[in-house]
C-alpha cells in the first residue's frame, strides 16, 4: 500500500508560478512510475505528466509542455511539478499517483492516488 500526499497548491494569478509536491509513504518508492493529472469542474480528469522510476523518462500533455517540470527525489520519497507561465485553464485539482513498474500515461492504470491539491489561476 502506497500513500500520497499533494501539498503546495493554492491561488496564483496568471503568469505565475507554482511547485506542487507528492511525498509517497513507501520504502520503495524507486519501484513506482509517478503522474500527475488533473480534474477541472465539470471536465474528465485528464493527464499532466509522467516520469519513469529513475527519473531518466518524462512526458508531458501538450497543453502543459515547456511549462510545467516533473522531477523526482527518490531519496526523499517525493516527486515535484514546477508550474510556470500558468494560465485560467490550468484551475483543477491536481492529482499525484503511483504505479509500479514502467510509465504509462493512463489514469486506470495507477494503483494509487493522493487526495488532490486545488489550483486556482486568475486572470
Known amino acids: 500500500q502506497v500513500q500520497l500526499v499533494e501539498s503546495g497548491g493554492g491561488p496564483v494569478q496568471a503568469g505565475g508560478s507554482l511547485r506542487l509536491s507528492c511525498a509517497a509513504s513507501?520504502?520503495?518508492?524507486?519501484?513506482?512510475?509517478m503522474g500527475w493529472f488533473r480534474q477541472a469542474p465539470g471536465k474528465e480528469r485528464e493527464s499532466v505528466a509522467a516520469?519513469?522510476?529513475?527519473?531518466?523518462?518524462?512526458y508531458y500533455a501538450d497543453s502543459v509542455k515547456g511549462r510545467f517540470t516533473i522531477s523526482r527525489d527518490n531519496a526523499k520519497n517525493t516527486v515535484y511539478l514546477q508550474m510556470n507561465s500558468l494560465k485560467p485553464e490550468d484551475t483543477a485539482v491536481y492529482y499525484c499517483?503511483?504505479?509500479?513498474?514502467?510509465?504509462?500515461?493512463?489514469?486506470?492504470?495507477?494503483?494509487?492516488w493522493g487526495q488532490g491539491t486545488q489550483v486556482t489561476v486568475s486572470s
Open positions: 499517483a503511483a504505479k509500479p513498474g514502467i510509465w504509462i500515461m493512463v489514469a486506470s492504470r495507477y494503483d494509487y
Open positions: 513507501t520504502r520503495t518508492f524507486s519501484d513506482y512510475a
Open positions: 516520469i519513469s522510476r529513475g527519473g531518466d523518462t518524462t
